[in-house]
Nanobody, 123 residues
Framework: QVQVVESGGGFVQAGETLRLSCTAS????????MGWFRQAPGKGREGVSC????????RYADSVKGRFTISRDNAKNTTYLQMNSLKPEDTAVYYC????????????????WGQGTQVTVSS
């Protein structure tokens, strides 16, 4: 059974830093692209960042480019989202997802999802 579990969310002040982690089990991790998405109250789910199976290709939403960094450690079945210079508009539930045949910033490209971790940024 595939499980995707996020951790690392929390409450921070604007300008501070958080690192989210996502560990996947029950799948061959290095065969999957990984993505981070977020959903703010009253809004749709937004693709934040993604990384291909090897870590050699990454993409970012324009809203986080230059502030967030995605990475992965295939030996640990884990992907990370380093979030610097956080803004109040980054407040959302952040979801991690695993995609078997591709990756990108669209929800439809992913097969397995975590339950989400809350990130709250106060001004």
């Amino acid at each position: 059974q595939v499980q995707v579990v996020e951790s690392g969310g929390g409450f921070v002040q604007a300008g501070e830093t958080l690192r989210l982690s996502c560990t996947a089990s029950g799948l061959t991790f290095d065969e999957y692209g990984m993505g981070w998405f977020r959903q703010a109250p009253g809004k749709g789910r937004e693709g934040v960042s993604c990384i291909n199976w090897s870590g050699g290709v990454v993409r970012y939403a324009d809203s986080v480019k230059g502030r967030f960094t995605i990475s992965r450690d295939n030996a640990k079945n884990t992907t990370y989202l380093q979030m610097n210079s956080l803004k109040p508009e980054d407040t959302a539930v952040y979801y991690c997802a695993a995609g078997r045949y591709g990756f990108g910033l669209k929800s439809s490209q992913y097969n397995y999802w975590g339950q989400g971790t809350q990130v709250t940024v106060s001004s």
